[in-house]
C-alpha cells in the first residue's frame, strides 16, 4: 500500500507511523547506520552532566567545550539526519554526505536550533504549558531549514503556520515517542535505536504529507 510510486501520507498518526515503518524496512541500513551516527554524535552534549559534586578545573573545562559542542556543532549533524530521514520518506536517492550538509548553511542551522530552543525553554518556565505548545508548533524548524533553505525566523514562522491545527496531532505523536523509546530501553537498550528510527521516520512523514498538501494547494 505505501509504496506505490507518488504516494503521500494522509498526515493521520497511524498512517505516520505506518508509513515510516515501511520505509524503514525499505531503507533498513541506511537508516539504521545514520541512527548510530546521531547516538554517537549526541554523546558529548551530555558529558558535563556527569560533573555531579566534582567541580574541578577539569570538569568545568569539559562542561564549556560540552556546552559548545550542543550549541555550534551537534545541530549541524541533528539537521542533516533530519533530512536524510526526509528524503527516504520521499523515496529519494540517499548519500550519507546529507549528514554534514548542513555545513552549507551553518549559520542559519546554529541560529533556528538556538531560537527555537531558547523559545522552547523560555515556554516552560513561563508555567510549562506554553512549552509544550511551542515545542509542538515548531517541530517543523529543522526540516524547514534544510529542505526549504529557510532563515531562523521564517522557520519558525513557518513551523508555526504549518502546524496550525495539527498541534494535537504532533502532541499524540510526541506521546507515542514516549512510550517507543520506553519500550525501547525495556528490550534491553538496542531497542531505542529502532524506537528512534521509527520515531524519525513517523515525523519525518508528518512533515512531508503536510508540505505536499500545502503545495498542491498553492498549485490548486
Known amino acids: 500500500m505505501y509504496q506505490q510510486p507518488g504516494f503521500v501520507p494522509d498526515g493521520s498518526i497511524s498512517h505516520n507511523f505506518g508509513y515510516g515503518w515501511n520505509q524503514i524496512k525499505k531503507f533498513f541500513l541506511y537508516l539504521f547506520l545514520v541512527t548510530i551516527i546521531?547516538?554517537?554524535a549526541q554523546i558529548p552534549t551530555g558529558l558535563a552532566k556527569d560533573i555531579n559534586d566534582q567541580?574541578?578545573?577539569g570538569?568545568?573545562?569539559l562542561g564549556i567545550i560540552s556546552f559548545l559542542y550542543s550549541l555550534l556543532l551537534y545541530p549541524i549533524i541533528s539537521y542533516g539526519i533530519d533530512m536524510f530521514f526526509l528524503r527516504a520518506i520521499r523515496n529519494e536517492n540517499l548519500d550519507f554526505k546529507e549528514i554534514f550538509s548542513g555545513f552549507n548553511n551553518y549559520v542559519n542551522i546554529v541560529l533556528a536550533h538556538l531560537?527555537?530552543?531558547a523559545l522552547i525553554i523560555l515556554g516552560f518556565i513561563f508555567f510549562i504549558i506554553p512549552g509544550f505548545i511551542l515545542a509542538v508548533r515548531l517541530v517543523f524548524v529543522p526540516y524547514l531549514v534544510m529542505d526549504r533553505k529557510l532563515d531562523p525566523i521564517k522557520a519558525v514562522e513557518k513551523?508555526?503556520?504549518m502546524t496550525y491545527g495539527h498541534g494535537w496531532k504532533v502532541f499524540g505523536m510526541g506521546v507515542i515517542s514516549?512510550?517507543?523509546i520506553i519500550f525501547g530501553l525495556i528490550l534491553m537498550i538496542v531497542g531505542v535505536f529502532f524506537s528512534a528510527m521509527w520515531i524519525s521516520s513517523a515525523f519525518a512523514s508528518l512533515y512531508y504529507s503536510i508540505d505536499e498538501k500545502e503545495k498542491s494547494a498553492l498549485e490548486a
Open 38 to 40: 546521531g547516538a554517537i
Open 55 to 57: 567541580i574541578t578545573a
Open 59 to 61: 570538569w568545568v573545562f
Open 115 to 117: 531560537l527555537a530552543t
Open 159 to 161: 513551523s508555526w503556520q
Open 178 to 180: 514516549f512510550f517507543l
